[in-house]
């Protein structure tokens, strides 16, 4: 479980490609980096995750670059607030030191906002980054406009504010193994966190937050409970983490403040921890909807109807029933309406009068927006199965969503054949 100081962190943007300092000489960025380090109260928790963060952004691709940050901590922040000259330049780092400091330090811990702590700064100023500090401090403390914070600073703090004061919608997402759930997941988040197999792949909850811009990870460790940030939004799978912030840069999904709620699959004989693990999920309630997948080719088996009455028997919140795997029907032999319609009567029995069902291709989906984004690339043989998928769906019998809302057209465009935008509609919309 996670309390409210972690999400604020995890849901942060905490990188600045922007920042004022980080087109500076090597060395300035250096001395700049150690005085902020010396003062910054590293031992609070999230600070490492926040500094490791606004390090990458400053130094860039050099970040690997080692730097001495042990001794004379005093004389490194009067370094790094002394006014540089550059050729004819004039560059005073003051505001955006202290503003980088308040700015991180209350991220933490909102008495670093204190008239002890300022008074603490005083020490290391001279007469002009004295009045430095006071306007930076102002600037925190009562809001009163600074023109001498670089803008880029200005806004990125703005930017988090404003995402930080917004509701966070909660969907918890639920399936049997092999439903499709994880490429879903990924599809609807614009990134491969998940494994996808026909076989049982989440093992643990986890939760997956939205960030309001680019950004790297932060990721709340399973183990440890640490939160650290990656700057390479590659490289971490949920598995691994307890919870993931990221930037979701797909479809409606971009930038809303969301939380994705993983589950393991209900029917994973092999492991039945990880039913009661989805059920403690299901009847805890910590949640604004259920997203509950089902493989369209299960669709009446025992599996299928024993979670369906779980979930429903469980929980009053809204429920959106996802029918997954139609791209594998054949028109020929298949009639998509008879199976939503049979699927539709199945639930109102369960005990729900007027289901929202949304029919989708994930996999289809999940191709398309990963092509979109350049990373299939080289690999010919999900090339190939796009192009598959593109020829069926050229046909309106694979207009999924279609057969659920009269209103939606038939829309030439691959994307909204799956369903996908018209899951994220009703995802923004309940």
């Known amino acids: 479980m996670l309390n409210d100081s972690e999400i604020k962190i995890i849901t942060h943007a905490c990188s600045i490609s922007d920042h004022p300092v980080n087109k500076l000489p ?13 003062l910054l109260p590293m031992s609070e928790p999230f600070m490492n ?6 390090e990458t952004s400053i130094l860039g691709e050099e970040q690997a670059i080692s730097y001495d940050d042990t001794n004379n901590q005093k004389e490194k922040v009067k370094t790094a607030i002394k006014l540089y000259r550059i050729g004819r330049h004039c560059f005073r780092l003051a505001y955006s030191f202290f503003f980088d400091y308040f700015y991180l330090a209350s991220l933490c811990n909102k008495s670093y906002l ?7 700064l005083i020490g ?16 925190f403390k009562n809001g009163t406009p600074c023109d001498k914070i670089p803008a880029q600073l200005v806004k990125h703090r703005d930017v988090n504010l404003k995402f930080e004061s917004l509701p966070l919608k ?8 092999s439903a499709g759930k994880s490429t879903l997941i990924n599809t609807l988040v614009g990134r491969k966190l998940n494994k996808t197999a026909t076989d049982a792949c989440t093992k643990e909850t986890c939760y997956i937050f939205g960030k309001p811009q680019e950004d790297g990870l932060i990721i709340k460790q399973r183990k440890t409970g640490d939160l650290i940030y990656e700057d390479n939004v590659n490289k971490c799978a949920s ?3 307890e919870a993931i912030g990221l930037f979701m840069t797909s479809g409606l999904l971009k930038g809303k403040k969301i939380c994705f709620i993983d589950t393991p699959g209900y029917n994973d004989e092999r492991n039945l921890e990880r039913r009661k693990i989805t059920e403690n999920a299901i ?29 429903i028997h469980n929980t009053k919140k809204p429920i959106i029933f996802v029918m997954n795997g139609l791209d594998f029907y054949d028109p020929e032999d298949d009639s998509i309406a008879n199976s939503i319609e049979n699927y539709r009567q199945d639930i109102v029995r369960a005990g729900v009068s007027k289901p929202t069902i949304v029919p989708i291709s994930a996999y289809f989906a999940f191709l398309l927006r990963m092509n979109d984004k350049g990373l299939l690339a080289g690999k010919s043989k999900l090339m190939r199965r796009l192009e598959e998928f593109k020829e069926w769906f050229a046909d309106d019998y694979y207009n999924l969503p279609a057969y ?3 209103s939606i057209k038939k829309s030439n465009e691959m994307i909204y054949r799956t369903g996908l935008p018209y899951l994220e509609e009703i995802l923004l919309r309940i």
């Open 26 to 38: 090597m060395q300035i960025r250096i001395n700049y980096l150690q005085g902020l380090k010396a």
């Open 49 to 54: 995750a926040l500094y490791k963060a606004w």
């Open 114 to 120: 204190g008239y002890a702590k300022y008074e603490n």
């Open 124 to 139: 290391y100023c001279n007469l002009f980054t004295k009045k430095a500090l006071q306007r930076v401090y102002d600037y």
């Open 170 to 177: 909660k969907v918890l997402v639920v399936a049997n193994v």
């Open 239 to 241: 598995d691994e983490g």
């Open 283 to 311: 009847k805890g309630n910590d949640y604004d909807v259920i997203m509950y997948v089902a493989n369209a080719a299960y669709m009446g088996r025992d599996d299928e109807q024993h979670l369906l009455e779980t979930i």
């Open 404 to 406: 659920v809302n009269n």
